[in-house]
């Protein structure tokens, strides 16, 4: 029996050192052996209080290209929200993520109640895993965005915003859809379209109205719609 137990231990004390979001500054000592955070962690406390740690480490893992240190929606929602403040301080005039932490945020809303309780546990993986995959794909083009001399403004701005739309909906995101199921793929729908309790977590002003499998529909909603609602009106 100890030997089975082995190899889940392991994993246990493996994905706790992996972990760069930590719940307490005590537990990170106990685990890790050492008395001050690395550079590219943070307490959960820093990431809810926006706290220079935070964004240190979100500066720190931006530039070496740590997408992996954020390892849940809600990390990747507030990854976006510092991002997009930095971002609007360089002058930019960007939308692309403004509307990240916007879905993000309502993705999020799938793991709390009332909705984790009526969101079936397939539609959550589907969540995460669109999450995931969009961040990491996404993560090189936002460094070159942070570190670029030219500050990105009216119909500049426009045209970068439709490239990495672009690159998300035919190309980072559109898999997932075409290896979905019909159930699944049903309910991420009703989602979109804001049906029934799913009225709370999508405006009116801005929902789906079209073929969610079809990713030239994605496009243009996205560009068309939601670009706009997040650019002139949605504020962090």
Request: with cysteine.
């Amino acid at each position: 029996m100890k030997f089975f137990l082995v190899p889940y231990f392991f994993a246990i004390a493996t994905c706790a050192l992996n972990a760069k979001e930590w719940n307490s500054l005590s537990v990170y000592q106990s685990t890790t052996g050492k008395t001050e955070l690395s550079v590219s962690d943070w307490l959960r406390k820093d990431r809810v209080r926006n706290t220079a740690i935070w964004q240190n480490a979100n500066h720190f893992n931006l530039i070496h290209n740590l997408s992996n240190e954020y390892q849940t929606m809600a990390q990747r929602r507030d990854f976006y929200a510092w991002l997009y403040r930095e971002l609007d301080k360089k002058g930019h005039d960007l939308a692309w993520v403004a509307m990240a932490y916007f879905i993000s945020k309502k993705m999020q809303l799938m793991e709390v109640l009332p909705f984790s309780i009526f969101i079936r546990k397939t539609i959550k993986q589907h969540a995460r895993h669109g999450s995931e995959g969009v961040f990491d794909e996404a993560f090189g083009e936002l460094r070159k965005l942070f570190v670029s001399e030219i500050i990105y403004k009216g119909e500049q701005a426009f045209q970068k915003d439709k490239e990495i739309l672009r690159k998300e909906q035919f190309i980072w995101i559109d898999d997932i859809y075409k290896t979905m199921d019909d159930k699944s793929l049903k309910t991420l729908s009703h989602i979109a379209k804001g049906k029934g309790l799913y009225g709370l977590m999508v405006p009116k002003s801005i929902r789906f109205h079209d073929r969610l499998s079809d990713a030239q529909s994605r496009y243009n909603y996205a560009v068309e719609t939601l670009r706009p609602y997040c650019f002139e009106r949605y504020k962090i």
